[in-house]
């Protein structure tokens, strides 16, 4: 817990049992003086009155919507500009070759203008496609590419778009695994035939990450965040890792280097720390 919370932890008569709220998000439950399993505290210090442990996960949900929310969904990166030696101390970095040879960031903006559409999993996958040799960032290429990547993903206009009568740009979600077919299918029809669906991992490690980034390996996460009690889902292309230390606090954490299609430079994700509902990811090996 952190300081300015409800409790700290030196506050809690707290029993060994520690129970998972949600993907990365843990707490502790305490037990009354009969030594029966009475309360759960989240890692905000929240307090729930739970009969016993099982309850748990029986209330996952609720549980998870009212312990951390977000203002936000930007809220949770780190831009680059804020990257600097007296906030972050660099232990240890990985960054994709492919991004370092084609590192030019395609915006949110090129695709709303140029495509009259914008969803987030087809940005992602349209700057894979970029850092693999398909395409370009000009007009013709951008507008070329989204337009397939949105048919092969089956990606589908969101209710939400709809509804936003005065805006000239659709706006879709997909899946994920629909998103790492699509992009094979594309893959192949520009030549790399070998490339194949490499099936989706659920709440990522840092070391499956690691592995991907070290072997050159772009990766597509989709994940939900709790913003202000609702889930907001949102897609990334991973470009690196870092392993640093935060100077205010001493700790030292694992960060994803991320293109999230809002910035023309990356940003950085705390993944040690960042509370997920859900978080699945997929890797290309294009060849």
């Known amino acids: 817990m952190e300081e300015g919370n409800a409790r700290s932890v030196s506050d809690l008569e707290v029993s060994d049992a520690l129970v998972e709220i949600a993907p990365l998000q843990y ?27 099982n309850a748990v996960s029986e209330n996952t949900e609720e549980l998870l919507y009212d312990s951390t929310k977000y203002d936000d969904v930007d809220s949770i990166f780190i831009k680059s500009a804020n990257w600097i030696p007296s906030k972050y101390q660099v232990k240890s970095e990985i960054t994709l070759q492919k991004y370092k040879e084609r590192s030019t960031l395609i915006l949110i903006q090129n695709a709303e203008t140029w495509v009259k559409k914008y969803a987030c999993t087809v940005q992602a996958l349209t700057q894979i496609a970029h850092m693999e040799k398909m395409c370009g960032t000009g007009e013709k290429d951008t507008r070329s590419i989204y337009n397939t990547l949105w048919k092969y993903t089956k990606t589908q206009e969101t209710d939400e778009s709809k509804k936003n009568t005065k805006s000239d740009v659709m706006y879709g979600s997909t899946y994920i695994d629909d998103a ?75 960060y994803l280097k991320v293109y999230n299609s809002w910035d023309d430079s990356p940003a950085y994700l705390n993944y040690s720390t960042v509370d997920m509902i859900d978080c699945s990811a997929t890797y290309f090996w294009v060849k």
Do not use: C
């Open 27 to 53: 707490g502790a439950v305490t037990k009354d003086e009969e030594g029966q399993l009475e309360t759960v505290y989240d890692n905000y210090g929240n307090e729930y009155d739970l009969e016993d442990v």
């Open 180 to 254: 790492a077919e699509g992009f094979v299918k594309l893959a192949q029809e520009k030549g790399y035939k070998n490339t194949e669906v490499k099936g989706i991992e659920t709440d990522p490690s840092v070391l499956w990450l690691k592995n991907k980034l070290e072997y050159n390996r772009p990766i597509l996460m989709g994940y939900g965040i709790n913003v202000n009690g609702k889930r907001s889902g949102h897609a990334i292309s991973v470009v690196g890792y870092r392993r640093a230390t935060k100077m205010s606090s001493g700790n030292t954490y694992d």
